[in-house]
Structures are given as C-alpha cells and as structure tokens.
C-alpha cells in the first residue's frame, strides 16, 4: 500500500462547480497534512495546510481531515479554469517535517 | 524577497559528467530539501537539511551528494551523470518547527543524454 494515494485523474469540472480532490494515507502517526497546486511546467504552491479534525476554510477552497478514517479532501468552489492545475496531496509524518510524503497528485480540468 | 531561488533553470548533460544545483533561501528556514520529480513517480526525496551543519539521506539518495553551505545555501551534486538521473529537480525549505509548511523552487529541468 503505497503511504500517500490520490485519483489520478483528470478529474473534470463545469466552471462554476466544486470540484472535490481527495487523499488517503497509511500512516496513523501523521501530524499535519497539506494541499500543493502544480501548473504544467512550475513548482508545487502551498494552498492550504490543516493539523486538526474538521474543516478550514480558506476564500474558494476548503480542506477537510478525518483522522481516523485517514482522510484528508480538498474543495474548490466555483472552480474556474485557472484551478484547472495538479493538486499535490502531502503528509507530514512527525512533528517536525522530516518525513514529509507526497501523493502522485490528481489532474484537474476546469471546463469553460 | 525572492523566497527559494534555484539555478540553473535547465541543464543538458552527458553520461559521465559532473554538475552541482544551487539552492537558496532567503526566508531564515532552518530546514532545506532536494526533490526529484518524474513522471508517474511523483516528488521523492533525495537528501534533506535540517539544520545548517546537518544532512541526511532520504528516499533516493544514490548518485547524490549534498552540501548545506550555510544557512541559506543548500546544493546537491551529481558526481557521475547518469540517463536515469534525467529529471526535474526542486528544493524547498521550511521553517522545521512544528508549523512545517515546504516552499518550493521554481526547479532545474535535467537531461543526461
């Protein structure tokens, strides 16, 4: 069981609509959990990190940590073509970030 | 404030031959790290900083070296290219407390022929 996994992709969407990224891991003993965009050709961005159970919203985009069914979920509302990037799920598995493990990312489409 | 800088931007190389990437950091991050990014592979991590005078290996260290020159400056090495080591390269950084959110780079696109 690989320790970070996420749909592949693409995952399309209507402008207009919430798209939903979604990201399990294996590990029980993580600590903090984070959400990277990535354009085609650029380096991963920091969108959003969440340390707690429950939701944290952030403008368009919330992040959502179940710890004990070890899940952790992004959505863009009133998604727009300009999201349409790969999202990067990451788990920090120890306090201090030295075991820090990414997903293989989920493509999302953003229809006009 | 430039945040993570990395040069150079893009390097053809042939098998055998040696380079080093530079990275810095501009943010006062105790913690620096070298990833590889490939296709279907996702980010794997090669060596990382945690503090300055400190680095350890991680996922995929073999043909790497690394030096944290102080702290700002962290670059990795390629003794002897090799094709399999034709990637993108991205450092980050991160304060490396318990808040530990990774800044990246804007990466180094390599190809060794």
């Known amino acids: 069981q690989k320790e970070v996994e996420q749909n592949s992709g693409p995952l399309s969407v209507p402008e207009g609509a919430i798209a939903s990224l979604n990201c399990t891991y294996s590990?029980?003993?993580?600590?903090?959990f984070f959400w990277y965009r990535q354009y085609s050709g650029k380096s991963p961005e920091l969108i959003m990190s969440?340390?707690?159970?429950g939701d944290k919203e952030d403008g368009r985009f919330t992040a959502q940590l179940n710890k004990a069914s070890q899940y952790v979920s992004l959505l863009i509302r009133d998604s727009q073509p300009s999201d349409s990037a790969t999202y990067l799920c990451?788990?920090?598995?120890?306090?201090?970030?030295?075991?820090?493990?990414f997903g293989p990312g989920t493509r999302l489409s953003v229809l006009p | 404030n430039a945040g993570v800088t990395q040069t150079p931007k893009f390097q053809v190389l042939k098998t055998g031959q040696s380079m080093t990437l530079q990275c810095a950091q501009d943010?006062?991050?105790?913690?620096m790290y070298w990833y590889r990014q490939d296709p279907g592979m996702g980010l794997r991590l090669i060596y990382y900083?945690?503090?300055?005078?400190?680095?350890d290996k991680g996922e995929v260290p073999n043909g790497y070296n690394v030096s944290r020159l102080n702290k700002r400056e962290f670059s990795l090495r390629l003794e002897s290219a090799a094709p399999s080591q034709t990637s993108v390269y991205f450092c980050?950084?991160?304060?490396?407390?318990?808040?530990?959110?990774?800044?990246f780079g804007p990466g180094t696109r390599l190809t060794v022929l």
């Open positions: 990451a788990v920090n598995r120890d306090n201090y970030g030295q075991n820090f493990v």
């Open positions: 969440i340390y707690s159970n």
């Open positions: 590990d029980r003993v993580s600590q903090s």
């Open positions: 900083s945690a503090s300055e005078g400190t680095t």
């Open positions: 943010m006062n991050h105790n913690s």
């Open positions: 980050a950084s991160s304060a490396g407390t318990i808040n530990n959110e990774q800044f």
